[in-house]
């Protein structure tokens, strides 16, 4: 079955490491995402990619990191500038710029990342 | 982009038809109104799409007006399992922040027995 991969499903990482959280999908979309969400809040846009080799900062690219180097793959590191990285991270794809389903995400199962 | 507003909360009966409104006055000609559905610690799920008037589908129909300023999502009769949150997201494809999906805060269905 296609869908997303997200691993690890929890990590956790001692205060000034660098963590990468994985993202892999086989659904051969275009566009693909990360966002966060922190308990009883929204999903807010870290980064996101409609291209491989091309990624545009969201709303909170502050401490993160993104490469786009393969169509399947979208990994994203937390860096130690990041200071309140303790959520719940979750990557998505779309088919991108091709008409209504640039709006239809899909999501993967998440990966919960605690600072120690 | 379009910003959508959504009621915090909303609480139902089982058995009852669910109504949530999403407002989304600023949404442009070339926006699409999709709607997920999260459960805790998941990620979000898609329900459905829309883009004008009505549209249904096995788990649920979205309405839109006119003026397309604002959008409901209706739930017929819903279980506890529909205990979740509800989000509305307004996307344009075409504009020059395209992909650059944003969602609100979503709207917290809580389904009593």
């Known amino acids: 079955d296609g869908g997303i991969t997200q691993s690890p499903k929890y990590l956790f990482r001692k205060e000034g490491q660098n963590v990468t959280l994985s993202c892999e999908q086989n659904?051969?979309?275009?566009?693909m995402y990360w966002y966060r969400q922190d308990p009883g809040q929204g999903l807010r846009l870290i980064y996101y990619s409609q291209i491989v080799n091309d990624f545009q900062k969201g709303d909170i690219a502050e401490g993160y990191s993104v490469s786009r180097e393969k169509k399947e793959s979208f990994p994203l590191t937390v860096t130690s500038a990041q200071k309140n990285p303790t959520a719940f991270y979750l990557c998505?794809?779309?088919?991108?710029?091709?008409?209504?389903?640039?709006?239809?995400?899909?999501f993967g199962a998440g990966s919960r990342l605690t600072v120690l | 982009l379009a910003k959508t507003t959504q009621p915090i909360s909303m609480d139902s009966y089982e058995g009852q038809e669910v109504n949530i409104t999403c407002s989304h006055n600023?949404?442009?000609?070339?926006?699409?109104i999709t709607w997920y559905q999260q459960f805790p610690s998941q990620g979000p799920r898609f329900i459905i799409q829309g883009y004008k008037t009505k549209v249904t589908n096995e788990v649920a129909s979205l309405f839109i007006p006119a003026d397309r300023k604002s959008s409901t999502l209706s739930l017929p009769r819903v279980s506890l399992s529909d205990t979740a949150v509800y989000y509305c997201l307004v996307g344009d494809f075409l504009s020059s922040n395209t992909g650059k999906l944003i969602f609100g805060q979503g709207t917290t269905l809580q389904v009593k027995p």
């Open positions: 998505a794809s779309s088919m991108g710029n091709r008409g209504s389903g640039a709006n239809v995400l899909t």
């Open positions: 600023n949404i442009a000609t070339n926006d699409y």
């Open positions: 659904l051969n979309h275009d566009a």
